[in-house]
């Protein structure tokens, strides 16, 4: 079996798809086979790795609630991760999941079948608690909640973690909270370096070291197709979710 790993925060703009897709090619440089699902209507994740959208024919939309299978869609990658992407039709499929049975499950089921063939499984969560959000969690083994180092940023974070809860209760008793990965961390300020030391005390959850730095790089890899990891190998940022993905084998 596959770690499954949830990637997680209602707040956008907290690096949850740098995150998936760095942390993916990470896995991916260092042998591990690996899947990224793109669980977000808004399909960044599709996007930030080449892909656009609108030229797709099916995608986890379809995987979901029309029968299509998860095989089919999956894109394959020669050297890097391989991807289930989303379109914006995913945005309607909230109402339609509440009508099915037992439909926090739906994401697993459809995982199911190709697991076998993957070491790692990345889900980009969009940022709501939704139902989306909830089948992504019921799916994981594992979940990890991205945090920007300002204090804003912590708004919500007990609510994701209420969900999370609720999560292990009803629905996946054996989800386990990774720990929270600081990102956009600029540490020649004071602020950041103050919530970054606060955060562990705040949530009593891990973080996971170390913290992802503020760059420009990171927003310019997206524009080609790739990761940063690609664009900027020796940059901090790169260095950084590679440190992290070692750390998590």
Known sequence: MPRTLAVANQKGGVAKTTTVASLGAA??????????????????LTF????????????????????VKARDVIVP???????????I?????????????????????????VEAAYDWILIDCPPTLGLLTVNGLSAATDVLIPLQCETLAHRG?????????????LTNPGLAVLGVLPTL???????????????????????????????I?????????????????RSAGAKAYRAVATSLL
């Open 27 to 44: 896995l991916a440089e260092l042998g591990q086979r690996v899947l990224l699902v793109d669980l977000d209507p808004q399909a960044c």
């Open 48 to 67: 930030s790795v080449g892909l656009d959208p609108e030229d797709l024919d099916k995608s986890i939309h379809h995987v979901l609630l029309g029968g």
């Open 77 to 87: 990658s020669d050297e890097g991760p391989d991807l289930l992407p989303a379109t």
């Open 89 to 113: 039709e995913l945005a309607t499929a909230e109402v339609r999941l509440a009508a099915e049975s037992n439909p926090q499950h739906l994401v697993r089921t459809a995982l199911r079948p």
């Open 157 to 169: 974070v007990g609510q994701l973690l209420d969900t999370i809860h609720d999560v292990q209760r």
């Open 185 to 215: 961390y600029d540490g020649r300020t004071t602020h950041a370096r103050a919530v970054l030391d606060t955060i562990a005390e705040t949530y009593a959850l891990t973080v996971l070291a170390p913290a992802i730095p503020k760059s």
């Open 217 to 233: 790089r990171f927003a310019e890899a997206p524009a080609i197709g790739q990761t940063i990891l690609t664009t900027s190998p």
